[in-house]
């Protein structure tokens, strides 16, 4: 894949990316189905899409803006977290404390105490280390994925847990939904607020994560579709998903920080608006922070790095 921020200067940010077969849903069907296979006969969850790194800096981001403490597990402190394109559910998983064999060797060196649960195929056990609680109770999770072989093979990951977070990933939602569709963005919306229990005047999620979803939905045919393009969907979809004032954090290697900054933040025409009516008309979020690069490279006398972490806010309306 394209490297992020080396590529700054090479496109104007409203351009498209030119399409491919990352950005059909037959790729991705085809890849989780035999992720499943591959789980089923050796344990095997799949690929840590941008590896390790990237997924520990999106971690670490939510634990330093979402304390730690025992009031985690209370309805009224517990964010509710979606994560658009889960595909493995790595990020949830890894939010509930579940460690696999790569996360395990690659801190082995940093506190080899760590007790945190281990997932090693189908006999993972273990405790969640005292450093890494959840900010939110497991059942104000969801996973979504339009591939219904992705939320096969969540399921399956999730009920080979053993240990203490056996009965927390157990909890997590897993929901087969198409973002590009107007009718599943709005179960999905509308499924937060009865998480909450409160009345939908307060749907839509505290939390949306996104690794590497845009991207895909960025590779996808940029050919016009009832008057916008998949990836201005995808965009509308979004604000329509994040609750006002809530997080919408993140990780792309097709876009630089700045082209992501432009995409949310710029003011958009209604007929991007997704066809519910709820999608925002203006711009959805503000910038927040851009997160640091784990690792850099130069090119051409330019800095740049594989993958950029971004956060934006949504605007309250």
Same mark, same amino acid.
């Given at each position: 894949?394209?490297?992020?921020?080396?590529?700054?200067?090479?496109?104007?940010?409203?351009? $498209?990316?030119?399409?491919?077969?990352?950005? /059909?849903? @037959?790729?991705?069907?085809?890849?989780?189905?035999?992720?499943?296979?591959?789980?089923?006969?050796?344990?095997? &969850?799949?690929?840590?899409?941008?590896?390790?790194?990237?997924?520990?800096?999106?971690? @670490?981001?939510?634990?330093?803006?979402?304390?730690?403490?025992?009031?985690?597990t209370?309805? !009224?402190?517990?964010?509710?977290?979606?994560?658009?394109?889960?595909?493995?559910?790595?990020?949830?998983?890894? *939010?509930c404390?579940?460690?696999?064999?790569?996360?395990? !060797?690659?801190?082995?060196? #940093?506190?080899?105490?760590?007790? #945190?649960? %281990?997932?090693?195929?189908?006999?993972? !056990?273990?405790? &969640?280390?005292? &450093?890494?609680?959840?900010?939110?109770?497991?059942?104000?999770?969801?996973?979504?994925?339009?591939?219904?072989a992705?939320?096969? *093979?969540?399921k399956?990951?999730?009920?080979?847990?053993?240990?203490?977070?056996?009965?927390?990933?157990?909890k997590?939602?897993?929901?087969?939904?198409?973002?590009?569709?107007?009718?599943?963005?709005?179960?999905? %919306? $509308?499924?937060?607020?009865?998480?909450?229990?409160?009345?939908?005047?307060?749907? =839509?999620?505290d939390?949306? *994560?996104?690794?590497? /979803?845009?991207?895909?939905?960025?590779?996808?045919?940029?050919?016009?579709?009832?008057?916008?393009?998949? +990836?201005?969907?995808?965009?509308?979809a +979004?604000?329509?998903?994040?609750?006002?004032?809530?997080?919408?954090?993140?990780?792309?290697?097709?876009?630089?920080?700045?082209?992501?900054?432009?995409?949310?933040?710029?003011p958009?025409?209604?007929?991007?608006?997704?066809?519910?009516?709820?999608?925002?008309?203006?711009?959805?979020?503000?910038?927040?922070?851009?997160?640091?690069?784990?690792?850099?490279?130069?090119?051409?006398?330019? %800095? =740049?790095?594989t993958t950029?972490?971004?956060?934006f806010?949504? *605007?309250?309306?």
């Amino acid at each position: 894949m394209a490297a992020a921020t080396a590529a700054a200067e090479a496109r104007d940010t409203s351009s $498209e990316l030119p399409s491919s077969k990352l950005g /059909t849903q @037959e790729y991705w069907d085809s890849v989780y189905q035999r992720e499943v296979s591959n789980f089923a006969s050796d344990g095997d &969850r799949g690929e840590v899409w941008f590896g390790q790194e990237a997924a520990k800096s999106m971690l @670490e981001y939510l634990r330093s803006h979402y304390s730690a403490s025992s009031s985690a597990t209370s309805s !009224s402190s517990s964010p509710t977290i979606l994560d658009v394109g889960t595909g493995n559910g790595h990020l949830l998983f890894s *939010l509930c404390g579940v460690k696999d064999d790569e996360d395990e !060797s690659d801190e082995s060196d #940093e506190d080899e105490d760590d007790d #945190e649960e %281990k997932l090693d195929g189908k006999d993972g !056990s273990g405790a &969640r280390s005292s &450093r890494n609680q959840l900010i939110t109770s497991p059942d104000y999770m969801c996973g979504c994925d339009y591939s219904a072989a992705s939320v096969q *093979l969540c399921k399956d990951i999730a009920a080979s847990v053993q240990g203490s977070t056996q009965a927390e990933v157990g909890k997590i939602r897993w929901e087969e939904c198409d973002v590009l569709k107007d009718g599943d963005v709005k179960q999905l %919306k $509308e499924m937060a607020g009865r998480i909450r229990g409160e009345e939908s005047s307060r749907d =839509g999620w505290d939390i949306v *994560l996104d690794k590497g /979803t845009l991207d895909a939905i960025a590779l996808a045919s940029s050919a016009p579709s009832a008057g916008t393009t998949p +990836l201005n969907t995808y965009l509308s979809a +979004l604000g329509t998903l994040t609750t006002p004032g809530g997080l919408f954090l993140i990780t792309s290697c097709n876009f630089t920080a700045e082209e992501l900054v432009a995409k949310l933040t710029q003011p958009r025409a209604q007929a991007q608006v997704d066809q519910t009516g709820s999608g925002p008309a203006t711009a959805a979020f503000e910038h927040l922070e851009t997160l640091p690069a784990k690792r850099q490279f130069m090119f051409g006398g330019k %800095k =740049g790095s594989t993958t950029v972490c971004v956060a934006f806010r949504r *605007l309250r309306e």
